[in-house]
């Protein structure tokens, strides 16, 4: 563990994390307490705005409000941090499969167990509620089984005895450098995602958003970098380092040393970041919008479904692999949207740390309201929610979040004129579509086409019992990384992949995302032993 540095008052302070030394260059980014922000988000505002700017000291801030300090990193040090991860990927990516994957995946697994409240504490105070912090380790653990390891073993590595004495090997060769770029709503999670491409003999490079930095440099270097230390990969296999996106990606793409660029984000500027990384001969690996769909046939178990929907909730809506509108047979929509409806009405705000909390904050609402108007104008109906409250559930258009909002859309044919359905949200605001009644083989194949017609293709779903339908759904289903039939539209499940899509999810090159095998390439390589006989002039040819 690397010690902290501190003064007056006792705080953990953090310098960048470069070849597995702590790297401080005197400026800080500050991580106040949730609590602190969701009582007095002007004073608390202000507070970090004095510390950051040298106008107030460490010493002079009021007590548990501040619970930790980053520093930023200089240009100086991110170049080294890239020419560490370039020195250490040369070592790491020949290291038995047996150490950087087996070995690695096993004593992750259990630094992540051994450690989970804390991770889960660095979780809530970047603003994650309890359930939703535990439901993102659950996530971790599923990566990290033996199921996902098994997978990914032989996806890297397949060898073949032809003729008796020809070794064919199929395998995954390591890109190289690795930077990746997680997004200010899931820092940590994100970044925990990343890392794991380090099974693949990369080395990773790891920006911490100045929004939110603190949970990522004291988990990574605290919880992480001990892993690597005992598997004895070279300093610079893991590097963290804290400043503005901007100009750190600007440095990743011109840097002849940076191989792949992970980035989370928004689609407008993931896609910029895709085109410059492919003008740079660059590899770019995208996590942008969700805007996923759950279809409901008219015999699907409607609890279950109504659960799963509720899931678009979780966390305001402020997540990419939740559930972002429903599509539902005509038949059973009202018994549907009744219990959809009682289900938004029983969530809470709250504080990150209280349990049975599954909203947060929605820092801007103008967004969310703008929306919602438009799909009021377009025929929408709204069954339930619509206004900001404030965190005992008090309706204040001032108030920090939002009720869960169900919106009806009657009509397949218009729906996506609707912004709502056309694009994610990310605020909890769920459309549910009710086609017109017709001819159920018409009808389901027009809910088959509206999944394929989708922009994005994170995750989609279907809730019905009936087999041919299921199999209809899954042989005809071609947008998204993942398919989820009568499950949990947000659980993870080893050993599938628990990121990564198609269309603008993940941009021209998207699919669903192992980072181990995103961030490598295949190789193919035959060898002859010496003394076997070689092969006749036909087989060579």
Not at 80 to 106: F, K, N, Q
Not at 170 to 199: M, Y
Not at 442 to 449: A, C, H, I, M, R
Not at 533 to 539: C, F, T, V, W
Request: aromatic fraction near 6%.
């Amino acid at each position: 563990m690397v010690t902290a540095h501190v003064e007056a008052r006792t705080v953990p302070s953090l310098g960048s994390l470069v070849r597995g030394k702590d790297v401080h260059s005197g400026q800080w980014v500050y991580a106040l307490s949730a609590r602190a922000v969701l009582d007095d988000s002007f004073a608390s505002l202000t507070l970090k705005r004095k510390l950051e700017s040298g106008k107030l000291q460490l010493a002079d801030a009021p007590p548990d409000v501040v619970v930790g300090r980053v520093a930023v990193a200089t240009g100086e040090t991110v170049a080294d941090a890239l020419a560490a991860a370039a020195e250490a990927t040369a070592v790491w990516r020949a290291a038995p499969l047996s150490v950087r994957l087996d070995d690695w995946m096993e004593l992750l697994r259990a630094a992540i167990r051994d450690n989970e409240d804390e991770i889960v504490r660095m979780l809530t105070l970047e603003g994650h509620p309890l359930e939703l912090a535990r439901w993102e380790i659950g996530g971790m653990h599923e990566l990290t089984r033996p199921e996902s390891r098994d997978y990914l073993r032989g996806q890297l590595w397949q060898e073949f005895l032809v003729d008796g004495h020809r070794r064919n090997i199929v395998r995954r060769a390591a890109d190289g450098v690795v930077c990746v770029n997680p997004p200010a709503n899931a820092p940590l999670v994100s970044a925990l995602l990343g890392l794991t491409a380090i099974a693949g003999g990369n080395a990773v490079v790891v920006r911490a958003p100045r929004t939110a930095p603190f949970g990522v440099s004291h988990v990574l270097r605290n919880v992480i970098a001990p892993v690597l230390d005992q598997l004895g990969a070279p300093p610079g296999t893991l590097n963290v380092v804290c400043g503005h996106p901007g100009p750190m990606l600007d440095a990743w793409i011109d840097s002849p040393l940076v191989d792949d660029i992970m980035y989370f984000g928004d689609v407008p500027s993931g896609l910029k970041i895709e085109r410059r990384c492919v003008e740079a001969g660059k590899k770019p690996i995208l996590e942008l919008a969700g805007n996923d769909v759950v279809l409901v046939w008219k015999d699907a178990d409607l609890d279950g479904a109504a659960d799963a929907l509720a899931e678009g909730f979780h966390g305001s809506g402020q997540l990419c692999m939740i559930p972002n509108q429903a599509l539902v047979h005509p038949d059973v929509a009202d018994d549907l949207i009744e219990r959809l409806v009682r289900r938004a009405r029983a969530l809470r705000p709250g504080y990150p740390d209280e349990e049975g909390v599954l909203l947060s904050p929605v820092l801007r609402h103008d967004k969310f309201h703008r929306t919602l108007a438009d799909a009021v104008d377009k025929g929408a109906t709204i069954v339930t929610g619509g206004h900001g409250t404030q965190i005992d559930g008090t309706r204040d258009a001032a108030g920090f979040f939002l009720e869960p909002t169900v919106l009806r859309v009657d009509g397949l044919r218009g729906a996506r004129e609707i912004e709502a359905v056309k694009h994610e949200t990310f605020f909890p605001l769920l459309p549910v579509i009710v086609p017109e009644p017709d001819d159920d083989d018409v009808l389901f194949d027009s809910f088959v086409e509206f999944v394929n017609t989708n922009l994005y293709g994170l995750r989609n779903s279907l809730w019905a019992r009936d087999a041919a339908v299921v199999d209809r759904f899954v042989s005809g289903t071609t947008k998204g990384g993942l398919l989820k039939v009568n499950d949990s539209h947000i659980a993870f499940t080893s050993p599938l992949p628990s990121h990564g899509g198609t269309g603008l999810t993940g941009g021209a090159f998207g699919e669903a995302n192992y980072p181990v095998l995103r961030t490598t390439h295949v190789q193919g390589v035959s060898i002859i032993a010496d003394g076997a006989p070689r092969p006749a002039k036909e087989e060579r040819r």
